[in-house]
Structures are given as structure tokens and as C-alpha cells.
């Protein structure tokens, strides 16, 4: 198994940044494919970004498309989510999740696929 902790949430302002962070212990995070999804308050999951194994492959939201990069270290075992251009409507608690695919190449998009997931942490854009 894996345990997966994601750090670097806060309050921050409209139009800041912050980078979020997702490191794990266990297992080698480099047979997991990787994502981040996010829930508001009062609303579903939101998928945010995914990246393949080996990091070459990424897709993103809709919402965040442009503004948000996933990226990963597998030697320090520890997955990235640079956030730039923060709206209020990017509020939300933001989880990791990891699933075992040591021999696909690329990324997984929906909820469901993952195995494991971090307990979250929250950021709140202020206007």
C-alpha cells in the first residue's frame, strides 16, 4: 500500500499562487499513475490534473487548464501541483490520488480508477 499526504494549502489571494504537494511512503510512487481532484463546498469532486508514470503525458480540467501544472518527482517520491491565476472558485479541498499501473503509460481521468487517496488540504481564494 501507499499513504499519500498532501501539504501546501492556505489562504491566498485572487490572482496568487501556491504549489500543493503529495508525498508518499510505502511504496515507490513510480508504477502509480497520479492525479488531483478538488471539492468545493456543496458540490461534487472535480477532477483537476493527471500524469502518467513516467510524467511525460498530463491532462487537465477544464477550469484549470492553463493556470494549473502537475508535476512529479519520483525520485522524491512526490507528486506537484503548481496552481498560478487563483480564482475564488478554485476554493476547495484538494486530494491526491495514486493507483498500481506499472505497465500502462498514461494517465487515469476519473475518481473512480484510483485506489488511494490523501486526506486533503484546503485552499481558500480570497477576492
Known amino acids: 500500500q501507499v499513504q499519500l499526504v498532501e501539504s501546501g494549502g492556505r489562504l491566498v489571494q485572487a490572482g496568487g499562487s501556491l504549489r500543493l504537494s503529495c508525498a508518499a511512503s510505502g511504496r515507490s510512487l513510480s508504477s502509480y499513475c497520479l492525479g488531483w481532484f478538488r471539492r468545493a463546498p456543496g458540490k461534487e469532486g472535480e477532477f483537476v490534473a493527471a500524469?502518467?508514470?513516467?510524467?511525460?503525458?498530463?491532462d487537465y480540467g477544464d477550469s484549470v487548464q492553463g493556470r494549473f501544472t502537475i508535476s512529479r518527482e519520483n525520485a522524491k517520491n512526490t507528486l506537484y501541483l503548481q496552481m498560478n491565476s487563483l480564482k475564488p472558485e478554485d476554493t476547495a479541498v484538494y486530494y491526491c490520488a495514486a493507483d498500481f499501473r506499472p505497465y500502462y503509460s498514461g494517465y487515469l481521468l476519473n475518481k473512480e480508477d484510483y485506489e488511494y487517496w490523501g486526506q486533503g488540504t484546503q485552499v481558500t481564494v480570497s477576492s
Open positions: 500524469i502518467s508514470r513516467d510524467g511525460r503525458n498530463t
